[in-house]
């Protein structure tokens, strides 16, 4: 039985973590990080240093591959799934044209992988767009989040099994504005299983 207390809109109130008057619609990079509900271990785990997806994990990693093909605008880059999240790195493209990142306060990956506050640098990218209406990252996160949660339901639901809530209401994200953030939170993503117990989303 859960005893967690249940959601109550008039006493529970949630701040936004986007950034206020961003167009997450635009061309650039995109690190986002996905939670599992209450930190629950659900893709597989980690041995030596090395993560071992299970079948759930599996179709987190194939969803994530599978972006491309469901939004045109979006190229996968850097992606590690863990044993309660996913961190990846999305590239949304813009059609003929060049790209500014707008500039507002930000969140960046110091050396330990925590977020620091820095100011942003002015850095021009230059992308494809597609035409009509751009998904925006959240478009595409939730998307991906309903379609691994349908996938791992179908598996749960074939062993007459209760998943419960999969993912975590919201989700993490951060703007990558130049060459060295990107490459500071790649090598933070393609390491993040070898130091997986000083990693803040561990737990036992």
């Avoid at 110091?110 to 021009?124: D, E, F, H, L």
């Amino acid at each position: 039985m859960n005893d967690k207390p249940k959601y109550n809109s008039q006493i529970h109130h949630r701040r936004s973590i986007r950034l206020k008057g961003y167009d997450y619609s635009q061309a650039g990079l995109y690190f986002v990080t996905i939670c599992t509900q209450d930190r629950i271990f659900r893709f597989g785990n980690i041995v030596n240093g090395e993560m071992f997806l299970n079948e759930f994990g599996q179709i987190a990693h194939n969803e994530w591959l599978k972006l491309p093909e469901r939004f045109p605008n979006v190229e996968y880059d850097v992606l590690q799934i863990m044993p309660n999240h996913v961190h990846g790195i999305i590239l949304l493209v813009d059609v003929g044209a060049g790209f500014t990142p707008a500039q507002n306060g930000d969140a960046n990956i110091n050396k330990n992988g925590q977020p620091q506050n820095v100011q942003p640098q002015n850095v021009q990218l230059q992308n494809v767009q597609p035409q009509g209406i751009a998904p925006t990252v959240g478009d595409i996160v939730g998307a991906y989040k309903s379609l691994v949660f349908n996938g791992c339901l179908e598996i749960y639901k074939s062993k007459n099994n209760i998943m419960g809530k999969l993912w975590q209401r919201n989700y993490y994200e951060h703007i990558i504005r130049d060459d060295q953030s990107y490459q500071t939170i790649s090598n933070y993503i393609i390491n993040n299983p070898a130091k997986w117990a000083a990693d803040k989303f561990y737990s036992k």
